[in-house]
């Protein structure tokens, strides 16, 4: 959960009295947004051990792994169903012979922590090629592939014994009415609990409403099921970044130490498989981590890091971008002036932490039609210094070029890199 102490305090009786997800999620993990990689857009439902195992040794031989980068996450493709006996999941024995425990001793010995994957429905999310490989037999569905709906007990208790030490529940095959989807969550949430084992919860919901409390479903809010919450869809190209921009905005006071609105998976140009949703130009990527730090967002690489450019490298090993999402805590980024996100436009949201780092702060100096120089006179025209983070100074851009708040993304494009 959130580790502040504005929240109500969950007692044994609130347990007993209110349904169970008013207990809260308390592992003391994501005090700082997550940082690592998933398979799921680099090469989708076709994830197997021996990829895996280069990508973690391209994290170690490319530096990454310095910079903070340091979960490995399995995404969807690696269960084929449910065993009839012991009801606990079977993974695809061709695509991962040493087991799941196996690629996590893998990935530990390197010095990652390894993450795992279900859908809290009753069947996975499943592209066309996955669901041909599932088990149809029951107690599998015969359409689909198995998900953790009805078995949280067996999956949750089975995922830690592999060794995971983050969790993607995704909310595929399940219903989305709001009470069910939080007791869906509550419920593997409490499994893990249970364990003993500190383990990331991920929901992937992908709806802005798992974030506020709901006093009349007694639902604290995102940071009492997990340790992020998904609040926007998939997507690629300047229309989802502007959507998942203007959704984070609105939800700048339900994020923090312990648990983080999640946007989406930082996706690039570079895909493993054909049909898996990539398209993201270097450039969009380049924007997306700098928007994703800024808020600060969970940071999840989801590309083919074995075919990726210079560029992308290059974009991902920025210490002063990654320092904004894992330093500067705990102020968030939201609206301060200006209107939304539209496709292609940035409209000074964010400038607060994106010019002063830790400090959280208004522009009162920038009317909504003034044109700024993008550089470190914005500082002297608002008459404060800008932040340093690691020594290194930020601002909004580093090319000094002017800048009206009604123009193209260049805030973001240019900022720190």
């Not at 076709?46 to 530096?63: I, L, M, R």
């Not at 998976?265 to 990527?285: F, H, K, M, S």
């Not at 436009?345 to 959280?360: E, H, P, Q």
């Amino acid at each position: 959960m959130r580790l502040t102490a504005n929240l109500p305090v969950v007692t044994a009786m609130h347990c007993l009295a209110f349904p169970a997800w008013t207990c809260g999620l308390n592992n003391g993990l994501g005090l700082t947004p997550q940082m690592g990689w998933s398979s799921w857009n680099a090469i989708g439902s076709e994830v197997n051990a021996a990829y895996v195992k280069k990508v973690t040794d391209y994290f170690v031989s490319s530096g990454l792994q310095k910079k903070g980068w340091q979960y490995i996450n399995i995404d969807e493709g690696w269960m084929l169903g449910r065993n009839a006996t012991t009801l606990e999941p079977i993974p695809d024995p061709h695509a991962f012979p040493e087991g799941m425990n196996g690629l996590g001793d893998y990935i530990h010995s390197k010095g990652f922590l390894y993450g795992l994957y279900s859908s809290r429905g009753v069947t996975q999310c499943a592209r066309p090629e996955y669901r041909d490989r599932c088990i149809h037999t029951p107690p599998n569905p015969p359409i689909g592939c198995e998900g953790s709906q009805g078995y949280e007990k067996q999956d949750g208790a089975w995922i830690v014994s592999q060794g995971a030490d983050y969790f993607k529940e995704d909310s595929c095959g399940g219903s989305q009415d709001h009470a069910t989807a939080f007791a869906d969550y509550a419920r593997m949430r409490d499994v893990l609990n249970a364990t003993g084992k500190r383990v990331f919860f991920s929901l992937c919901g992908w709806n802005p409403w798992y974030a506020p409390p709901d006093s009349t479903l007694h639902y604290l809010g995102g940071a009492s099921l997990g340790n992020s919450w998904r609040i926007h869809g998939d997507g690629k190209n300047w229309t989802a970044l502007s959507g998942a921009v203007n959704v984070m905005a609105t939800l700048a006071n339900y994020t923090g130490p312990g648990g983080w609105n999640d946007p989406d998976l930082l996706i690039g140009p570079t895909c493993n498989i054909q049909g898996v949703l990539c398209g993201n130009t270097d450039l969009q990527a380049r924007t997306q981590l700098n928007l994703w730090s800024v808020f600060p967002a969970p940071l999840l690489i989801s590309q083919d890091v074995l075919t990726w450019s210079a560029y992308a490298l290059e974009t991902y090993s920025n210490e002063a971008v990654i320092a904004i999402n894992q330093v500067c805590q705990p102020s968030n980024s939201t609206h301060i002036a200006g209107t939304t996100l539209t496709v292609g436009v940035f409209t000074r949201m964010l400038v607060g932490r994106l010019v002063y780092g830790c400090k959280a702060t208004t522009l009162p100096c920038l009317a909504p039609s003034q044109t700024i120089k993008a550089d470190s006179t914005i500082a002297q025209t608002c008459g404060v210094a800008a932040c340093r983070v690691n020594g290194l100074p930020l601002y909004l851009s580093t090319t000094g070029q002017s800048t009206s708040t009604s123009h193209v993304m260049r805030l973001a494009l240019h900022g720190f890199h």
